[in-house]
Nanobody, 123 residues
Framework: QVQLVESGGGLVQPGGSLRLSCAAS????????IGWFRQGPGKEREGVACISSGDRNTYYIDSVKGRFTISRDRANNTVYLQMNSLKPEDTAVYYC????????????????WGQGTQVTVSS
């Protein structure tokens, strides 16, 4: 069964950085497109970034372009989301999920959701 585990969240001041990790158990992330999603207080879950299998393509929503970077570490079977220049509006629970569809952007196309990791950006 596909299962992902997120980690790396925390409390950070505006302008700070965090690196989130998405680890897999029981399967190899390499074969899947991996997406990072977030759900802020009172908001819908939104896709933040994704990386296709083979790392041919990456995608970011406009609000995080130039600040967030998604990458894959094959040796550790982990996908990371490096978040720099964090803003209060980045506060959310962050989730990762997997899909076999390389162009998938919608959360409904993804599976293997973990429990999420809380990111709070506040002074």
């Amino acid at each position: 069964q596909v299962q992902l585990v997120e980690s790396g969240g925390g409390l950070v001041q505006p302008g700070g950085s965090l690196r989130l990790s998405c680890a897999a158990s029981g399967f190899t992330l390499d074969f899947y497109t991996i997406g990072w999603f977030r759900q802020g207080p009172g908001k819908e879950r939104e896709g933040v970034a994704c990386i296709s299998s083979g790392d041919r393509n990456t995608y970011y929503i406009d609000s995080v372009k130039g600040r967030f970077t998604i990458s894959r570490d094959r040796a550790n079977n982990t996908v990371y989301l490096q978040m720099n220049s964090l803003k209060p509006e980045d506060t959310a629970v962050y989730y990762c999920a997997a899909t076999s569809y390389s162009g998938a952007r919608s959360a409904q196309d993804y599976g293997g959701w973990g429990q999420g990791t809380q990111v709070t950006v506040s002074s």
